[in-house]
């Protein structure tokens, strides 16, 4: 069915990073691993990345097959906590579903070529010929934007993260959403991406880390809601992991004239009471700030704009 007014929005499937968690302490938040669905498409789907979160999603919704059909995955990078709901999700094997991948290539190869290993017999006990949904493979390039129908439009930018990782930026008239996931700042001459250290040197360090930071300012600049890697406390940031912390998202979504920041991608080692005590060590770094703040839950939905 489609819906004569739909409403342009985000829902969290998963909010975790690096691996899925469960137990009492993590009831609050949530263990799933990323996966974000863009809402308001009709029978068109359209989910960034896909972790745990979208395996627990679909078995949430599962007599509702008909709304499994339509699929656009727009991918981030290719981590383990990041794709591997793929590997048992049913629509892939419905002849009548169609299925998008929109996702960077990186030296490791195409994201095809990788989802085609996932489903090796090392890896999967399905095989590839036992795949029967219509497959589509788009690659993304950081800073073209593309659409996924009409009304969505979609850019991607390189962020700090081992090989080609992007951040993106979901439009639909003049609402917009950022998903700024596994990224580190450029603290200490830590160069994490594919070809930005080979930047760094042609540019100089500093200009490098100038450019980096403007260009991720004007990227993000002016969103409606924005999800940002905050990974680590201030104070244990591991900059080679490739991840955040409150503080410097704090520092970007100032700068950018974002209206709310959702803190994201929480450690699995962060029981909830780690996270309550996170949010109130960035609440303090708030006092001059004209945005809101909240840290990601499973479930947790906006409403942004008629789409």
Not at 6 to 23: A, E, H, I
Not at 243 to 259: M, R
């Amino acid at each position: 069915m489609i819906l004569r007014n739909p409403q342009f929005g985000l829902k969290l499937l998963g909010v975790r990073g690096s691996r899925p968690v469960s137990g009492q302490e993590f009831q609050i938040y949530g263990g799933q691993t990323t996966t974000i669905e863009l809402t308001g498409f009709g029978d068109t789907r359209v989910f960034l990345d896909a972790g745990t979160g979208l395996l627990n999603s679909y078995q949430n919704s599962k007599h509702q097959s008909n709304r499994w059909k339509n699929l656009h995955f727009v991918i981030t990078h290719t981590h383990w906590d990041h794709v591997i709901g793929l590997n048992q999700f049913p629509p892939l094997f419905d002849e009548n579903a169609s299925i998008s991948f929109h996702a960077p290539t990186s030296e490791n190869g195409t994201f095809e070529s990788l989802f085609e290993r996932l489903f090796s017999s090392e890896h999967s006990y399905f095989s590839r010929d036992q795949i029967k949904a219509k497959l589509h493979f788009n690659v993304i390039k950081p800073r073209i934007p593309f659409q996924i129908n009409e009304k969505l439009r979609v850019e991607g930018i390189q962020v700090n993260h081992q090989a080609v990782t992007l951040g993106y930026k979901f439009s639909v008239g003049t609402k917009s959403v950022c998903f700024i996931t596994d990224s580190a700042p450029l603290s200490n001459k830590c160069i994490l991406g594919q070809g930005m250290q080979e930047a760094s040197d042609l540019l100089g360090y500093e200009a490098f880390e100038g450019l980096y930071h403007s260009q991720m300012i004007d990227f993000i600049n002016g969103a409606d809601l924005i999800a940002y890697d905050t990974h680590f406390f201030d104070d244990k940031v591991k900059p080679d992991w490739g991840h955040s912390s409150p503080k410097y998202a704090i520092e970007i979504c100032k700068a950018g004239n974002v209206k709310e920041l959702v803190m994201f991608h929480h450690a699995p080692e962060d029981e909830d009471v780690l996270i309550k005590k996170k949010i109130e060590e960035a609440e303090a770094l708030m006092l001059d700030c004209n945005f809101s703040l909240v840290a990601a839950r499973e479930g947790d939905e906006w409403t942004l704009a008629s789409a």
